[in-house]
């Protein structure tokens, strides 16, 4: 069956990085692209960017640019989502998401489990 | 960009009908029939109840349906059961390669 399965809660410091991973199994993950979705605690969906698995391609949201990195890792059918200069605001819940850009169906139809990130200053 | 507009919270009874609705720009949810609805359960990732503006993905109940009309994307949820309970999201693509999400609309089933 398809699944995400996404890497561990992390609690980092204000300033430090973050990288949390999306390890996907259960069909063919070059094409699909990932996008990255994060919930603050109490707080709506935010959407954060996508990468095609296909090309590695992406996009970034302006707010995060600069400091947000993903990448795939296609022996692993894995994807890594990187967040740099971390604030106390970007404490949440990040969640990736299976988009399927090739037939241009640009909804979320299988999520990870989520991957709480603490930010202490 | 701003989020799309949603009620905050709608209400009903076991049985009865609601409609959230998600209000957005020419430039997003009416210029694009990418709109989406995810249902989200505490402390559980989001589901998929509507994509395509009223598309259903095999194994969600027909009492959901989704509708579009200029710029409102709308959910209608039908013969209300106690667990729809939970908080609902509209999304829409909003060109360029960006996607938006609406506010967040917490459902209540009295």
């Known amino acids: 069956q398809i699944q995400l399965v996404q890497s561990g809660a992390e609690v980092k410091k204000a300033g430090a990085s973050v990288k949390v991973s999306c390890k996907a199994s259960?069909?063919?993950?070059?094409?699909?692209?990932i996008s990255w979705v994060r919930q603050a605690p109490g707080q709506g969906l935010e959407w954060m960017g996508w990468?095609?698995?296909?090309?590695?391609?992406?996009k970034i949201v302006q707010n995060f640019k600069g400091r947000v990195t993903v990448t795939t890792d296609t022996s692993t059918s894995t994807v890594h989502m990187e967040l740099r200069s971390l604030r106390s605001d970007d404490t949440a819940v990040y969640y990736c998401?299976?988009?399927?850009?090739?037939?241009?169906?640009?909804?979320?139809?299988?999520w990870g489990q989520g991957t709480l990130v603490t930010v202490s200053s | 960009q701003s989020a799309l507009t949603q009620p905050r919270s709608v209400s009903g009874s076991p049985g009865q009908s609601v409609t959230i609705s998600c209000t957005g720009t020419?430039?997003?949810?009416?210029?694009?029939?990418?709109v989406s609805w995810y249902q989200q359960h505490p402390g559980k990732a989001p589901k998929v109840m509507i994509y395509?503006?009223?598309q259903r993905p095999s194994g969600v109940p027909d009492r959901f349906s989704g509708s579009k009309s200029g710029n409102t994307a709308s959910l209608t949820i039908s013969g209300l059961q106690p667990e729809d309970e939970a908080d609902y999201y509209c999304?829409?693509?909003?060109?360029?390669?960006?996607?938006?999400f609406g506010g967040g609309t917490k459902l209540t089933v009295l």
């Open positions: 998401a299976r988009v399927d850009f090739i037939a241009a169906l640009l909804y979320f139809d299988y």
């Open positions: 259960g069909y063919n993950f070059s094409n699909y692209g």
């Open positions: 990468i095609s698995a296909y090309n590695g391609n992406t």
């Open positions: 020419s430039g997003n949810v009416g210029g694009h029939n990418s």
């Open positions: 395509d503006v009223n």
């Open positions: 999304c829409s693509y909003a060109g360029g390669f960006n996607v938006i």
